[in-house]
């Protein structure tokens, strides 16, 4: 389980990942890997002895509901792919409605935090206990980055982890840059959270970067390192040495003498907070159990989180209102998050869409978020935006009109929907919003 210093593996940076000196080890996106055909540069990578680990982003096991056996099977197959020795997933929520809300389902497109409360630890601590069960290998959950704070929380970060580490025997994959983040977002101190945490359970460490504006810390994976979370770092390493540290980017990527002055930096950071720091526990690819009599969440508990989580999601991609409690400029913050997180992905799975749209494609796709909550994924999401474009006879220019149809005709349909069609899809878009 000894890692070493590793970067994230994306397919933009994929041949300067595999020119940088002195990686040990690399991290994919589990979603962003196909079963049948692994990348080339994994391949390779593996071939040279690189280890690769399959890191999801789609579980949510802070969510209400159980997570779902088919995404579970697909993380698992991923990690046999790839013979990793764990895989990683984040303690947050990423959907909410549906069936025990009698609501639409919604989808975050985002990693959303859940309450620090002991009815949100026990579903979750269930959660992880199925995933466990449902993987071939251990597990590890990251602490995620927040931009808003649930009220009446009844535990901090560290106390929630030590619990949940406790319960299940789950590993941990410490962010440095999220503790950063929660720091100047929520006034949330690293070094108490350090404390309070098991650091022995660690099984390796984000680094990342973000930026500053207007008071808020955004967890951008897509700027460089800043000194404030090397010192984050350099206080986990004070207490223990961590099996591995990873270097995060997922957008705006540099030359890669940049990246790999960044591992320098890290590198540095390490060494020169190593004096005095434990060993970290061994790793025996063992979990601890909770005693099989166990009394599962009853499902009450789970309603009144579907409840609480739904009400939060919609508020932040639906436009309903604040839920009690919570601070609604800090909300609408973290909403055009949200939208300008969603305009970029669909960017990037839809690269016609911006070419067609060109400097329209940002505005327009906005207003159209503003009103239409995402539900079943990015590439559904490029297909329905380019439809609403269609449909309100946009673009205004005959030759962008005619590209945008024939994009959407190829991946679509023949024909945007009938009238009838349309006025249905807009009355159940304004029901989501009640």
Not at 77 to 104: D, M, N, Q, Y
Not at 228 to 244: M, W, Y
Not at 416 to 433: E, K, S, V
């Amino acid at each position: 389980m000894r890692l070493g210093i590793g970067i994230g593996w994306r397919p933009e940076i994929a041949d300067a990942v595999e020119a940088l000196p002195g990686i040990d080890w690399v991290e994919a996106v589990a979603e962003n890997i196909c079963v049948g055909h692994l990348p080339d540069s994994l391949v390779r990578l593996r071939e040279r002895g690189v280890t690769v680990v399959p890191h999801g982003v789609s579980l949510g096991l802070g969510g209400a509901d159980r997570p779902a056996p088919d995404r579970l099977a697909a993380l698992a197959a991923r990690a046999e792919l790839l013979a990793a020795p764990l895989v990683t997933e984040h303690i947050a929520f990423v959907r909410a409605g549906g069936p025990r809300t009698a609501s639409t389902a919604l989808e975050a497109g985002h990693l959303l935090p859940v309450p620090r409360t002991r009815d949100a630890l026990d579903v979750l601590c269930e959660n992880v206990r199925i995933a466990q069960d449902s993987l071939p290998v251990p597990l590890a959950l990251e602490n995620i980055a927040a931009l808003i704070s649930w009220p009446d929380e009844e535990l901090t970060e560290g106390q929630f982890l030590a619990e949940l580490v406790e319960r299940t025997g789950v590993r941990l994959l410490i962010d440095v840059a999220n503790l950063h983040t929660n720091h100047v977002n929520r006034g949330e101190d690293p070094a108490t959270a350090l404390d309070e945490l098991p650091v022995e359970a660690i099984a390796y460490v984000h680094v990342a970067g973000g930026i500053e504006k207007d008071g808020v810390w955004h967890d951008t994976h897509a700027h460089p390192v800043t000194p404030p979370v090397l010192d984050v770092l350099a206080e986990l390493r004070s207490r223990v040495d961590p099996p591995g540290v990873l270097l995060e980017r997922d957008d705006d990527f540099p030359p890669a003498g940049e990246l790999a002055a960044e591992l320098a930096t890290i590198r540095t950071t390490l060494d020169r907070a190593a004096p005095g720091a434990t060993p970290p526990a061994a790793a025996t690819g063992t979990v601890h159990r909770p005693p099989s009599g166990t009394t599962a969440v009853a499902d009450g508990v789970r309603d009144r989180i579907a409840g609480a989580q739904a009400a939060l999601l919609r508020a932040l991609v639906a436009g309903a209102p604040a839920p009690p409690g919570f601070d609604a400029h800090r909300l609408g913050v973290q909403s055009r998050a949200l939208a300008a997180k969603r305009a970029g992905v669909v960017a990037k799975v839809a690269p016609e869409l911006p070419e067609i749209l060109g400097a329209g494609y940002r505005p327009a796709f906005l207003a159209y978020a503003g009103n239409r909550p995402m539900s079943a994924g990015y590439r559904r999401d490029a297909l329905d935006f380019a439809e609403s474009l269609l449909i309100a006879g946009r673009p205004a220019d005959d030759a962008a009109r005619r590209e945008l149809t024939h994009w959407w005709q190829d991946r679509a349909a023949a024909r945007p929907p009938r009238r009838a069609t349309r006025l249905i899809r807009a009355a159940r878009a304004a029901l989501i919003g009640r």
